[in-house]
């Protein structure tokens, strides 16, 4: 408190320089005229907004003055006694815990954190949020040690305690600061305000680096946090602290695989040998969770014979996991309770239920349903948001910059603790079943666009989700579909075989659309068992088929002409002329590829039989289907023939927009066959126009993998005519569409052409 005493007594550098210029009897203008330095900058000095000028001021201010060396050297040294310093601070008042030694990782983070440090005008706040475990308290104490270190600064330390049952008081909190800023009890004033202003003033002369840890709220924090000067203030929180004003925010992450294998090797110690055999498997299971890292960490520690795969293996039960991640005191349980305990009533009710969620993530409709409402309205959809975002301010879920929400993977597993442990039984049954029963629901409702027998939203259409188009169709099955799939996969476990049929057979249509989805396969596997069980043979030939064509597309021919040949089989049983002739056209779809004699037969039953039941659908697939396999035994005339056939059936649909999208799928196939077979007979301008008219029918309709490949064939076609700059445009084109759909292997296999044709392939 030496510069208060002495501001007391008249001795600082604004009064002395007032002294000054009064005794050379020059006003403020006159020694702004003198001295080069302007009149608001001579009257702050003397108002003492500033009491330690840099040197150049003070130089220009004596030779304006005209001082001796005395009253030179004396301005001088009041100027520097109130220049900012670092302050070591007295002994027990605000000391950081213990450094980890084995901290690892957080090379992004901790440069972040330098460059806010330097960053501006102002003692820089940053707000490093996030959940419980993970790392925000260690991640802010090495970078203040580190930053400090690098300026040669203090680093002062508080714990707000903010998920304590009584935090720490800002009142109490500003007194630890002021005593470690050597503030005596006597001078520290009493009200709070008076506090707050006592600490703004010395962090600006004492810069620091403060970390205040574990903050509750704003209105606990703001007292805290100074505004002028060259320090550096870290807040933790599991809350975001979206109130606070100014200040940089970091959402502390998960650890990458590599930092997390580094944090277990460098707890574990000997890593090379078989015990370090795992360790990203145990990274994974920990979801890159610090404090569980650091929880199976030092139990593998402490346990020899163990290996870190056998304790992976022992933590891969979902069941019992959190048991697992325990080390004496330490339990990673504790960390979410406390999030969880802070939480209201009905902020906990759906922490724990939207643990029901079957994906990774959902959407604020599917919360409320989750939440409780079956049917949900805008009212409670609105009253679900402010929940959700009670649940992401204390950093229990995160959220997208789609706006979706999702769990960590052991914050959801704690969810379903708390669910079975404080809802009954029946309870949940019942809440689960809502939950699918509301996802099939519009499954099904988004599903059917692609039906050319519906192709609009349900007119009674009541739910909180856009289905007023099938773009806004596709989207909602494309965001949800991990949602709506893993409904299926529970009502196909629990036995509700009907709604598993229905399903299936609603977005059997939108599979043409998507054929990239994984789990085509499953899907139908499930709905073709769930037909078979319930007994209805028209639907378990429908729903074999469907499992053929997912079967074919992944490669597997013998099984999937089995499956389609079984539908056969069945539908003819039944008498169920339509699904015979489809399941005819899947087996011969199946094999014109590795058998084309083959198949040929299975296409002419199953034309026969879509002109008998009148398919339109059906009757221009097979035509097709014929074509491709005349192609394959060498027949390129009598396939242009067969295509031109059955392209003229498709320019002609039935009326409606969704036969019209058929219809386009069925040109774009037909056109980029017809290329072939002209190609086939050395009609290239002929191969090449089809090419293009299947491109163009292929982007109107949103078949963007379709588009690539067709531009893959018109790019060889136009490099096998010497247009090799053409052809490269338009391959490179093609590579753009397999990147939009992710489609690795015709990336790849586009980018090995390119590098042929430019000649710098390696072989």
């Known amino acids: 408190m030496a510069d208060r005493r002495a501001e007391h007594s008249g001795d600082t550098f604004a009064a002395e320089l007032r002294r000054l210029r009064q005794r050379s009897q020059l006003t403020l203008e006159a020694l702004a005229e003198s001295s080069g330095v302007s009149v608001r900058t001579i009257g702050g000095l003397e108002r003492g907004r500033s009491l330690g000028p ?32 670092p302050l070591t601070a007295p002994a027990g ?113 004492h810069p620091a680096v403060l970390i205040l840890d574990n903050a509750r709220d704003e209105e606990q924090v703001r007292p805290l946090l100074p505004g002028a000067g060259t320090g550096l203030v870290l807040v933790t929180s599991r809350r975001l602290l979206t109130g606070l004003e100014g200040v940089h925010r970091m959402s502390v992450p998960t650890l990458q695989d590599a930092e997390g294998s580094r944090l277990l090797g460098s707890i574990i110690g000997d890593v090379e040998g078989p015990r370090g055999e795992g360790l990203g498997e145990l990274v994974a299971v920990c979801g890159g969770l610090p404090l569980a890292l650091r929880i199976v960490g030092n139990r593998l520690a402490t346990r020899p014979a163990w290996t870190a795969r056998e304790l992976a293996h022992r933590l891969a039960d979902s069941g019992r996991r959190l048991e697992q991640i325990r080390a004496g005191d330490l339990r990673i349980t504790a960390a979410f309770r406390m999030s969880y305990d802070q939480l209201s009533p009905s902020a906990r009710r759906l922490c724990r239920r939207l643990s029901l969620v079957p994906g990774a993530d959902f959407d604020v409709a599917l919360a409320t349903v989750v939440g409780g409402s079956p049917s949900p309205r805008t009212a409670d959809v609105l009253d679900t948001e402010e929940v959700l975002e009670e649940l992401h301010e ?84 494309r965001a949800e579909s991990d949602n709506w799939f893993g409904a299926v996969r529970v009502a196909a476990a629990r036995g509700w075989d009907r709604v598993v049929v229905e399903t299936a057979d609603a977005v059997h249509w939108f599979s043409n659309h998507w054929m990239l ?46 499956s389609a040949l ?60 014929v074509a491709i396999t005349l192609l394959g035994l060498g027949e390129p005339a009598a396939a242009i023939e067969k295509l031109q056939a059955g392209l003229e059936i498709a320019r002609r649909p039935p009326v409606g927009e969704a036969w019209q999208t058929i219809a386009d799928v069925l040109l774009t196939s037909g056109h980029f066959h017809l290329a072939t077979a002209h190609q086939a007979v050395g009609e290239h301008e002929l191969a090449e126009s089809a090419y293009r ?46 990147m939009e759909v992710d489609a690795t292997e015709e990336i790849t296999a586009a980018e090995t052409l390119l590098k042929v044709w430019s000649g710098t392939d390696g072989g």
């Open 93 to 205: 008042w605000c000391v950081p815990p213990r450094a980890v030694p084995d901290f690892a990782g957080r090379e992004a983070e901790l440069a972040h954190l330098a460059t806010v440090s330097a960053a501006g005008s102002g003692a820089p706040v940053a707000v490093l949020s996030g959940p419980g475990g993970i790392g925000k308290t260690t991640l802010a104490v090495r970078a203040a040690r580190l930053i400090a270190d690098s300026r040669g600064l203090e680093v002062f330390y508080v714990n707000l305690r903010g998920l304590d049952s009584e935090p720490l008081d800002p009142h109490a909190a500003l007194f630890r600061l002021l005593k470690a800023l050597g503030v005596a009890d006597r001078d520290v004033h009493d009200d709070i305000d008076g506090r707050s202003g006592q600490f703004r003033t010395l962090f600006e002369q």
């Open 517 to 562: 989805w994984a789990h085509w396969h499953e899907l139908f596997t499930l709905s073709a068992a769930a037909a078979q069980r319930v007994g209805d043979p028209v639907a378990h030939a429908t729903q074999l088929y469907n499992l053929s064509w997912a079967t074919a597309q992944k490669g597997e021919t013998e099984q999937a002409v089995a």
């Open 54 to 85: 840099q040197r150049r001021t003070v130089t220009a201010l004596a030779g304006g003055l005209g001082l001796g060396q005395a009253d030179r050297v004396r301005l001088e040294q009041l100027a520097e006694a109130g220049r900012p310093r």
């Open 394 to 477: 204390l950093g229990l879920l995160s959220q997208s910059d789609d706006g979706r929400y999702s769990f960590h993977d052991l914050i959801r597993l704690f969810a379903a603790e708390r669910l079975a442990a404080e809802e009954d039984p029946a309870g949940r049954t019942t809440l689960m079943r809502t939950t699918v029963e509301w996802l099939l629901q519009v499954t099904i409702a988004a599903g059917l666009w692609f039906d050319p027998d519906h192709g609009a939203e349900p007119p009674d259409w009541r739910h909180p989700v856009d289905l007023s188009s099938s773009e806004a169709a596709a989207a909602w099955l």
């Open 693 to 738: 008219v299947a491109a163009d029918n292929a982007a109107r309709t949103g078949m963007t993998l379709h588009q690539g490949r067709v531009e893959v064939k018109l790019a060889q076609l136009q490099h096998q005519r010497g247009r090799l700059v053409e052809a490269t445009s338009t391959l490179e084109l093609a590579r753009e569409r397999f």
């Open 566 to 625: 079984e539908a056969a089989r069945i539908a003819e049983q039944a008498g169920a002329v339509r699904q015979r002739a489809w399941a005819l056209h899947f087996a011969a779809r199946a094999m014109m590829t590795t058998d084309p004699a083959a198949s040929l037969p299975y296409s002419q039953q199953s034309e026969q039989l879509f002109a008998e039941v009148g398919d339109w659908t059906g009757h221009t697939s097979v035509l097709m289907s």
